[in-house]
């Protein structure tokens, strides 16, 4: 009798996949091991852009496709708005640039921050990979909590705001981040930085011990002088063939400005 954790690949299959990960305590020290066919790296398409793939020791490979479904949703939300005016939006903890890839594309006027200079890398290389070079992208190394500190001074305001922080990291000068203790001081200078117009909000969050209530409570309390709609949820992908079976990627809470 079959069972949600039966296999749905015949043992031979599974004998000859292209790539088979190790983790390790550490976040970043997993290791790939691959066939000697795969490339270093290879380009994918979705929704009309292009963006580059490759074996990362954190499991994944440059990009995250659960996500796409808050790409299609922010650009829904800036085209719909195109007509007011053009949209600043800022992403934080951005990495390899989809999400900016999008909103650009969509009419966005974007600001790309991430403390990793390997992301903004290879966030430029999508960028050029789709030859968007006079898109207007700003990209920027930097320290999440910083640069929105520095904002707040210069009294810049954004319009949306897409945040995908880690459990753990650091900042380019040896700042240290933990989701636990750092997110809500985050969210708090993030809502100073919204125009009177903001359009959307969204938080993402892997890899965590928690649920997307806490996120929900959390951005709701952040956000408690704007009025909008807040929801919040589980990012799972389905596996392909007849399998109802969904794996749990992401948990999420999102808020948009009331119609």
């Not at 650009?104 to 030859?131: M, P, Q």
């Not at 006079?134 to 009294?155: C, L, N, P, W, Y």
Request: net charge positive; charged share 25%.
């Amino acid at each position: 009798m079959s069972s949600p954790f039966s296999r749905t690949l015949t043992l031979s299959k599974w004998e000859k996949v292209d790539g088979v990960f190790s983790s390790s305590k550490n976040d970043g020290d997993g290791k790939w091991s691959l066939s000697k066919q795969l490339p270093d790296s290879w380009v994918l398409k979705y929704d009309g852009l292009k963006f580059i793939s490759m074996p990362t020791p954190f499991r994944h490979f440059g990009f995250f496709p659960e996500q796409s479904v808050h790409w299609q949703w922010c650009s829904k939300l800036i085209k719909k708005n195109l007509h007011q005016k053009k949209p600043k939006i800022l992403n934080l903890f951005a990495y390899s640039g989809v999400a900016s890839l999008h909103a650009a594309r969509s009419g966005a006027e974007v600001t790309h921050v991430d403390a990793s200079k390997k992301a903004i890398n290879l966030a430029f290389k999508n960028r050029d990979t789709n030859n968007m070079k006079t898109s207007s992208i700003r990209f920027i190394i930097e320290d999440a909590v910083k640069f929105v500190q520095r904002e707040i001074r210069r009294g810049v305001k954004y319009d949306g705001v897409i945040l995908d922080p880690p459990k753990y990291g650091r900042g380019p000068n040896g700042e240290k981040w933990n989701i636990e203790k750092d997110l809500h001081h985050l969210l708090n200078l993030v809502e100073k930085i919204l125009s009177q117009d903001v359009l959307f909000v969204v938080l993402n969050c892997y890899a965590i011990r928690s649920s997307h209530t806490a996120l929900y409570n959390a951005l709701s309390y952040a956000l408690k002088n704007h009025k909008g709609e807040l929801s919040s949820g589980e990012l799972v992908l389905e596996e392909s063939g007849n399998s109802l079976r969904k794996l749990s990627c992401a948990i999420f809470a999102r808020w948009e400005k009331s119609s």
